[in-house]
């Protein structure tokens, strides 16, 4: 999530290296190191991780949700629906 905070808050970083350290290098187009402020880039990884987890969990309490409605012979919604029908992808 770290190197996804820093391509957000930086456009013009275009590659992230990083060593066996965990030491990173911040590159621009023409592989011009970029400064970041650590202290940015940390409010916005965390920011992003809250994000992920809050999809998460939505996804597990979408599940819970259908499986309560079915079991209770409610109708579900298409979201809902969604979380527990499979779908062929494939061309038939």
Known sequence: MK??????LYPSVKRINEDNNGVL????INNEEVSIDESAVETERASLQTAADN???AKI?????????????EALT?????TIVIKDNKEN
């Open 3 to 8: 190197h996804q905070a820093i391509y957000n």
């Open 55 to 57: 999809a998460e969990q």
């Open 25 to 28: 290098t911040i590159l621009d």
């Open 78 to 82: 298409e979201a809902e629906a969604d």
């Open 61 to 73: 309490d979408l599940k819970a949700s259908a499986k309560a409605k079915l079991m209770a012979g």
